[in-house]
């Protein structure tokens, strides 16, 4: 099992708010980053740091962090935006990376 | 623009070797506080951290995996190596490498993805 805890599945409204959750006792020390993935495709990076999104990454994506746990926020949902969504970060270590087991947002 | 290849066999026999190499541009691995990572997908699961190098032959890897990995760099090719011994049917998955700047204020993460390979583990 992961190191990094996330909800399987999360589903929104189309236009609506969503916000996927990424737990793990290494988060209360070090930044998450997300990626999203969609199918075929290989990962791409969305969030990184406090709130950084990449050249090219809409701003209705965004990210947070509080305590063990780093979320990541898409404020009004686009069809285009159903994909699976992955956080990374350090393990308990620090001296290891480790991945979320994923979220498939699905956008209704 | 930094771009990345993997290549290496699509079917392996298990208990054999799996050698991939990832070939890159647009970015040298001899500069300060760059790294290569590679990470891999079992069809239809989740991404999975396998290795780590740095510009200064920092290596890391997965604790789990940790006796099976060797990575190593050839920065006269922009190449990284990684290899895999005593492959099984479970590591069958697609393998990626990524472009990675060692930590620092904004933390961990993987900027550039390539397109990834998938790897067959049958007899």
């Known amino acids: 099992s992961s190191e990094l805890t996330q909800d399987p599945a999360v589903s929104v409204a189309l236009g609506q708010t969503v916000r996927i959750t990424c737990q793990g006792d290494?988060?209360?020390?070090?930044?998450a980053s997300w990626y999203q993935q969609k199918p075929g495709q290989a990962p791409v990076l969305v969030i990184y740091?406090?709130?950084n999104r990449p050249s090219g990454i809409p701003d209705r994506f965004s990210g947070s962090s509080s305590g063990n746990t780093a979320s990541f926020t898409i404020t009004g949902a686009q069809a285009v935006d159903e994909a699976d969504y992955y956080c990374?970060?350090?393990?308990?270590?620090?001296?290891?990376?480790?991945f979320g087991g994923g979220t498939k947002l699905t956008v209704l | 623009q930094i771009t990345l290849k993997e290549s290496g066999p699509t079917l392996v026999k298990p208990t054999q070797t799996l050698t991939l190499t990832c070939t890159f541009s647009?970015?040298?691995?001899?500069?300060?506080?760059?790294?290569v990572g590679w990470i891999r997908q079992p069809p239809g699961k989740a991404l999975e951290w396998l290795a780590l190098?740095?510009?200064?032959?920092?290596?890391r890897y997965s604790p789990s995996l940790k006796s099976r990995l060797t990575i190593t760099k050839d920065t006269s090719k922009n190449q990284v190596v990684l290899t895999m011994t005593n492959i099984d049917p479970v590591d069958t998955a697609t393998y990626y490498c990524?472009?990675?700047?060692?930590?620092?204020?904004?933390?961990?993460?993987?900027?550039?993805w390539g397109q990834g390979t998938l790897v067959t583990v049958s007899s």
């Open positions: 990524a472009h990675k700047l060692a930590g620092g204020g904004s933390g961990d993460y993987f900027d550039y």
């Open positions: 290494s988060l209360r020390s070090y930044y």
């Open positions: 190098i740095f510009w200064d032959d920092d290596k």
């Open positions: 990374n970060s350090r393990d308990s270590s620090g001296d290891h990376l480790v």
């Open positions: 647009g970015f040298s691995l001899s500069t300060s506080e760059v790294g």
């Open positions: 740091g406090k709130n």
